[in-house]
């Protein structure tokens, strides 16, 4: 693992008067993919707002570069917000519905008019768009385009500002699954290219399996395990780690068998 | 005084600045609403007649300061088609003169009302907090009082005048914008794409410029729409109370305080320029109410 | 665990019998079957990804679609008695007695302000069902579901998205219908909740012979209940047949792209010759 340079250190999460994300601990550096493995309720979404500073948090740090965000001087906090890059779970609300798709990847790029537009058209071929197969996208607005373009689209916005660290929150689960799997793909290959750091938030266990090397698992707020991903899917320890492995359906297996909680 | 409740916030969602979309589906649904197609034409009618008054009235003096006692109370007739009110003035050429003043007050209250109360919303709804806060409080005292009453309070202190009536109808109507939009802003803030432009560090100005504006539009041009014609009536009702627009000026409100006591004798007085109310107010209603159906996200794409 | 489940007995009349049904909406086709039978004890899943037509076929089936906009062809019959040119009247009939609908977000479909409890009743005393005949129904209903009777007293916002689901399970069940008709009935549900609604179906036709008709994108939950998959693409039936055939013998290329594109966690790897090392403290 690298020289981490995002690091939660006792990490609680309130809404208001609800603690909902109880002292975690966790430390990415470039290159690292994590998954963050739950089902609802598990604070696995709140956890990724903190990474992504957009959640103060209400006990403990969360520390870029040694630095608690909430002390970064302004130029340190530009450096974080390029580095730290969000990707959320498709539906309409992902994009700006009133903007087009051009100035929607534009939005953190400075620079000329030309300048960005060219840069849009790179960061949409990157993502599988490529203007030349797909003209005049751009131009499009949200809701013209599948959820499977919207979710590269979002992408593409997220590495405009060549990040080091992507967070995704549940990229995939409102997609087909024939789409969802070619994402996977996408992400996966953009994670080679750039050397791309990933957290990855889902419920899907499988596709932690294929994308990230090391994962958490969480309920009701705390990490109850963590570790390889591989070692967590072959070898759960933990009661509910096993229950939620135990829950996922085999193609062509039996109905799977889910013991009440203790 | 509000004619019509604020749209309930939850069930609006920002439009698709698809613009072609938008007319067409605006097009689409007028055209079928007939109600609000005629209510449309009528009040574009209004309008024309109030910018071209000047060339339109016959006795265009007679909305301004003239008076000829000597023609005093005629009947509606070929030379006055509306008559003449108690000082000979042509009451046609006063409810065409009234159109402007009724269209510049509604304008300008709305105009007030809607920077006032959509700027303090958006603050409200995005920086949440104590800041929301006091401005909502603000918003419920001045919800509180009964509209008419405020206005008629201020109107006492500031003295009567069309001015006067702009400044009080606007003081009452400015909350209504405030909750309308703070409602809009806390929930765009709370939307994926918002999140998207904080971690690109985009400032919270150029959001609130950028994002929450643009979203929050389509349910504050509805309000409007249908607030004006309740404007023109608290206008109206303020004049006739005698503390918006003073004689001379020619305003509808006034018109039918003027006539009210002739009624029996000479109806024309108070009949044409209420009657010029009671449509202008129900094109607005009628407008509004179908630009609202037009543009409600439950109506799906067409 | 494989289901243990009863081989359709052919001499059984069907129970739902769907011939050349089509529909289109707005001039285009969004659906069609060409043919399927549902016996008792059946579990048969239609499989498709958005805008395949599964849902609008389910509809079509509960006579959903009468009334609205879309235009269909073909025959479609519960227990003998047409469904899709049906009046109102014997719609409600058949749906209740011998279909019911289970959807995919169980509290949309159950009234915020009426406890579970007379939401259940209420149900069975519109099919003529009371006294101490519904107090029956109900609580075998609800041992079949396995909730406890004191939800009866809960209101739908009290309850987990799981036992909501159960409980319009249970209402089907209540109605003693043959059918149960699902329409993505665990999409909105966590995974190890999704198993336990699985559970319930599988287990309700193996005790109560009813027959399911699940739609639903997901390939691997299907695949664990049913005895037939149907697959569906672009408003077409692309392939079909029963589990391992489409599974494994399926030679649309289709149903080949969905199989493959259905996530999977590897197996564990095999076991090393030297005995494994404990795992240094993480």
């Known amino acids: 693992m690298s020289e981490p340079w995002l690091v939660a250190d006792g990490l609680s999460l309130a809404y208001g008067r609800t603690t909902v994300v109880h002292d975690v601990d966790l430390a990415l550096g470039d290159g690292d993919t994590l998954g963050i493995v739950g089902e609802s309720g598990s604070g696995k979404s709140t956890l990724a707002r903190a990474l992504l500073g957009l959640l103060p948090p209400s006990g403990g740090t969360v520390s870029f570069s040694g630095t608690p965000l909430g002390r970064l001087s302004r130029a340190e906090r530009g450096e974080y917000r390029r580095s730290v890059q969000p990707v959320f779970q498709d539906g309409v609300e992902t994009l700006d519905p009133r903007m087009t798709i051009g100035d929607s990847i534009a939005e953190g790029l400075r620079g000329g008019r030309a300048a960005r537009d060219a840069r849009v058209r790179e960061l949409l071929a990157d993502v599988g768009l490529d203007p030349r197969s797909h003209p005049g996208l751009a131009q499009r607005r949200p809701h013209e385009l599948s959820g499977g373009q919207r979710q590269r689209v979002g992408i593409a916005r997220a590495l405009a500002v060549e990040p080091r660290l992507l967070v995704l929150d549940e990229p995939t689960s409102a997609l087909d699954v024939t789409v969802q799997a070619r994402i996977i793909e996408l992400l996966d290959r953009l994670r080679a290219e750039r050397g791309l750091a990933l957290v990855l938030i889902t419920h899907d266990l499988a596709v932690v399996d294929r994308l990230c090397e090391r994962s958490l698992v969480m309920y009701d707020g705390r990490v109850v395990e963590r570790g390889r991903t591989r070692d967590l899917l072959t070898r759960p320890e933990h009661p509910y780690t096993r229950r939620l492995r135990a829950a996922v359906p085999e193609l062509g297996g039996g109905i799977p068998e889910v013991q009440p909680l203790p | ?302 | 665990m494989t289901p243990t489940t009863p081989l359709p007995d052919l001499s059984v009349p069907e129970l739902v019998e769907v011939r050349d049904l089509t529909v289109w909406y707005g001039g285009r086709q969004v659906s069609s079957m060409p043919r399927l039978e549902v016996r008792p004890g059946e579990c048969v899943a239609v499989v498709g990804e958005s805008g395949s037509g599964k849902s609008t076929l389910l509809r079509a089936m509960l006579g959903l679609l009468s009334g609205t906009p879309a235009v269909t062809t073909g025959s479609v019959t519960v227990d003998g008695r047409d469904v899709l040119f049906a009046d109102e009247r014997e719609l409600r009939d058949i749906r209740g007695s011998r279909v019911a609908l289970v959807m995919q977000s169980p509290q949309g479909s159950l009234n915020p302000t009426m406890r579970l409890g007379t939401l259940i009743r209420r149900v069975l005393k519109r099919h003529g069902v009371r006294g101490a005949e519904a107090r029956e129904r109900i609580a075998g209903a609800l041992a079949s579901v396995r909730l406890p009777e004191e939800i009866l007293r809960r209101y739908p916002s009290e309850v987990s998205g799981g036992q909501a689901q159960r409980f319009a399970i249970a209402v089907a069940v209540a109605l003693e219908v043959a059918v149960i008709a699902a329409d993505e009935p665990t999409s909105a549900l966590d995974v190890t909740v999704q198993a336990e609604v699985i559970g319930v179906l599988q287990r309700l036709r193996e005790e109560r012979g009813l027959a399911v008709v699940l739609v639903s994108h997901d390939l691997a939950l299907v695949s664990t209940v049913a005895d037939r998959i149907v697959v569906m693409k672009d408003g077409e039936v692309v392939d079909e047949g029963d589990v391992e055939h489409v599974l494994h013998e399926s030679e649309s290329p289709y149903t080949r792209e969905l199989i493959d594109a259905v996530p999977v966690i590897r197996p564990a790897d095999p076991e090393p010759e030297r005995p494994v090392e404990e795992e240094a403290a993480r």
Not at chain 2, 15 to 34: E, H, L, N, S
Not at chain 2, 55 to 62: E, N, Q, T
Not at chain 2, 143 to 166: E, M, Q, R
């Open chain 2, 1 to 302: 005084m509000s004619v019509h409740p604020p749209l309930d916030p939850a069930h609006d969602v920002e439009q698709p600045a698809y613009r072609g979309r938008w007319t067409r589906r605006v097009v689409a649904v007028v055209g079928a609403d007939r109600l609000a197609a005629v209510g449309a034409v009528v009040l574009l009618l209004i309008v024309a007649a109030a910018v071209l008054a000047p060339w339109l009235a016959p006795y265009p003096d007679d909305a301004r300061s003239a008076t000829h006692s000597l023609e005093a109370l005629q009947g509606p007739s070929a030379e006055h088609w509306f008559g003449t009110d108690r000082v000979g003035r042509d009451v046609l050429s006063r409810v065409l003169f009234g159109a402007r003043t009724s269209l510049t007050i509604a304008a300008a209250v709305l105009a007030i009302a809607a920077v006032v109360g959509v700027f303090l919303g958006v603050v409200a709804g995005y920086a949440g907090g104590w800041l929301r806060d006091v401005i909502m409080r603000v918003t419920d005292v001045f919800l509180a009082f009964p509209a008419l009453l405020l206005s008629t309070a201020l109107a006492l202190i500031l003295g009567p005048s069309v001015t006067t009536a702009i400044i009080a109808i606007a003081a009452t109507w400015w909350p209504w914008y405030t909750r309308l939009s703070a409602s809009m802003a806390s929930t765009i803030r709370g939307r994926a794409y918002v999140d998207a432009a904080r971690c690109l560090g985009v400032s919270r100005g150029r959001i609130v410029a950028r994002h929450v504006l643009p979203n929050s539009l389509t349910p504050v041009l509805v309000q409007l729409s249908l607030d004006a014609g309740g404007v023109i009536l608290t206008a109206a009702s303020l004049s006739y109370l005698g503390l918006g627009a003073q004689d001379p000026t020619a305003e509808w409100g006034l018109m039918v305080q003027q006539g009210q006591s002739l009624f029996s004798t000479a109806w024309w007085v108070a009949a044409f320029p209420g009657l010029a109310i009671l449509v202008t107010a129900f094109c607005f209603n009628v407008l509004g109410e179908g630009l609202r159906d037009a543009l409600d996200p439950r109506r799906g794409n067409r």
